[in-house]
């Protein structure tokens, strides 16, 4: 049973790779708002941001990380709509092949390709003036990974229940603009009125990116490290469950 | 193959409820190619969402394949092909390596997958594509690809829903003699749904007709033209009143019209029975200077049955009815 279930998802997995992996343009696209933020609002930021006058890109890149994920996993959904619409979905319906490998798949491919746009977003970054450590890198990439699955899972879910682009469209971007700007990516929410850092800490999202920031500063077993990492398993456990039970529910 | 007792489906919405299938019972035996017709909103494509596991019955008892439907809907995935409305390959996949992933997530091994990929292309005239994207092909190959994924795993029974719509005419009969091939070659028992009565008088032996939920009739193709609707009968005698009185006297001649110089009437076998009214007629000093004998088409045979033709019915689709 385990043995299917893992042969399905690499079947699935490989099958939700193809597309991209054959067009490296794609993967440049999804990378390209973050890299843009990178060249063309990072340099404002010298000398300004930061409390204690440390370098201005170790609390910049990690938000640009949390960019990258939100933006790149929350429209995972779309790559479903057309396959449910077509008839893709169907017939792997009528197929013996495990719903939870039908979403696991999928939500393994759109990890993978977040991680090879945050490696390119991390080199960029480095050449511009970051300085993180080889393994303090790859673990902001595991973090990031850990929410891009929870992020794609919850994208694919609400794409089940939507089945239009003209309505999925919009309810991204109502969610996705607020839950951004409240987490603190682009300024520090240190001088945010009180009912705003009330609504920011509320955002798990934030968690995250301070977690980022204290792993790109070296903080790996700090308090924020911590919080950031439960709160992102958390999330990825929560939609992933979700997923695989509306999977279930709306492919029978 | 199938044996289906009591099948309903009743969907609930928001303050109604629909009852989409009511009380279905059929049976289709090994080797078969039944046709399931049927005009929209009567219940067709519920009941085969129903027989390939797509949808859960909401009653009823149904052996599909040599497996329970309810007890063991695995199974019963394992046993059938299934080809739907829609295309079942993805656009930006390459044909080859989508089909080998299907055969895949049947079970093949990789070397199995790809000895009946390269096998299933050059039957299906289709050689050559393995490397093509999926979207850049026509519709009559993406169609023929539809039946390639549905027949990898060499299922003993094959659904097709609507297999020839949106076809162009060549494609179509191409299409349909793959279809034959399935069975007269392959031995598979196939069960299909169309409301193209074209499709049924080239494939179908024996065809089920569903309207308002239930089977309402069943037989061959020619059998219910013949019981049904009957030959229409059109004479040009020198007196058509007289002609008419004798027509009546016809047994089982029915809708004895008379419309100026000819009379019409519909009689079950037009081909015996107008010779026999043209030798009474002439005996009688009443001769016939012309006759036509027309054989029903189905759709006169669901206008019989349903009081709608199934042209009309496909126009104007009625809403509610499950996708």
Redesign the interface.
């Given at each position: 049973m385990t043995v299917r279930l893992l042969q399905q998802t690499r079947l699935v997995f490989v099958r939700s790779s193809r597309p991209w992996l054959r067009s490296p343009m794609a993967l440049l696209v999804g990378v390209a708002g973050p890299l843009v933020y990178l060249l063309l609002f990072g340099p404002l930021l010298k000398g300004t941001v930061v409390r204690g006058g440390g370098n201005p890109w170790q609390w910049f890149v990690p938000g640009m990380l949390m960019q990258l994920t939100l933006f790149g996993a929350a429209y995972a959904g779309f790559s479903l709509i057309p396959e449910l619409r077509s008839g893709v979905m169907e017939r792997l319906r009528v197929a013996p092949v495990s719903r939870a490998a039908l979403l696991l798949g999928r939500v393994i491919s759109d990890v993978f390709q977040l991680a090879l746009q945050g490696v390119l977003l991390l080199a960029t970054a480095t050449a511009l003036g970051f300085r993180a450590s080889v393994p303090a890198m790859a673990l902001a990439l595991t973090l990031t990974a850990v929410l891009g699955a929870a992020i794609s899972s919850a994208s694919y879910t609400l794409a089940l229940k939507i089945k239009e682009e003209y309505k999925f469209a919009p309810l991204l971007s109502m969610l996705l603009v607020p839950l951004m700007l409240l987490s603190g990516v682009l300024l520090p929410m240190d001088a945010a009125p009180s009912w705003l850092h009330t609504l920011s800490r509320l955002n798990p999202l934030t968690h995250v990116v301070d977690a980022l920031r204290a792993i790109a500063v070296g903080h790996y077993g700090s308090h924020a490290t911590l919080t950031g990492a439960v709160v992102a398993v958390v999330l990825a456990v929560l939609a992933v469950a979700w997923g695989m039970r509306t999977m279930s529910r709306e492919l029978g | 193959m199938i044996k289906v007792r009591g099948l309903t489906k009743t969907f609930r919405g928001r303050g109604n409820t629909v009852q989409a299938v009511n009380g279905v019972d059929l049976d289709v035996a090994e080797g078969e190619i039944v046709g399931f017709l049927g005009p929209n909103g009567a219940g067709k494509t519920t009941t085969l969402r129903m027989l390939?596991?797509?949808?859960?019955p909401t009653s009823g008892e149904a052996m599909v394949a040599g497996c329970d439907l309810l007890d063991d809907p695995?199974g019963v995935?394992?046993r059938?092909g299934?080809v739907?409305?829609?295309?079942?390959?993805?656009?930006?996949?390459?044909v080859g390596?989508?089909l080998i992933?299907?055969a895949?997530?049947?079970?093949m091994t990789r070397a199995a997958a790809r000895q009946r990929v390269d096998e299933l292309l050059t039957r299906y005239e289709l050689q050559g594509m393995a490397g093509r994207t999926v979207r850049t092909l026509s519709g009559g190959q993406r169609r023929r690809l539809?039946i390639v994924?549905?027949v990898l795993h060499r299922p003993p029974l094959v659904f097709l829903d609507e297999p020839s719509a949106a076809l162009d005419p060549q494609s179509r009969s191409n299409l349909w003699q793959h279809i034959s091939s399935l069975r007269d070659e392959h031995g598979s028992t196939i069960f299909l749904t169309t409301h193209y009565l074209d499709e049924v008088d080239a494939l179908c032996e024996r065809i089920l007709v569903i309207d308002g939920g239930r089977i309402i009739t069943e037989g061959t193709p020619d059998g219910l033209k013949g019981e049904i609707s009957g030959d229409l009968v059109t004479l040009e005698p020198a007196d058509p009143a007289a002609a008419a009185a004798s027509a009546e006297q016809l047994p089982g001649a029915r809708e004895v019209t008379v419309d100026g110089a000819t009379v019409s009437f519909r009689v079950s076998h037009g081909d015996t029975a107008a010779p026999e009214l043209m030798r009474t007629l002439e005996a009688a000093g009443n001769p016939v200077r012309a006759v036509q004998i027309k054989r029903p088409t189905l759709d006169d045979v669901f206008l019989t049955l349903t009081g709608r033709s199934l042209r009309d019915a496909d126009a104007n689709p009625e809403p509610g009815q499950g996708e």
């Open positions: - | 390939s596991t797509l949808l859960r695995a995935r394992l059938i299934y739907g409305q829609g295309n079942g390959a993805g656009a930006d996949q390459r390596e989508e992933t299907q895949r997530l049947y079970g539809d994924m549905g």
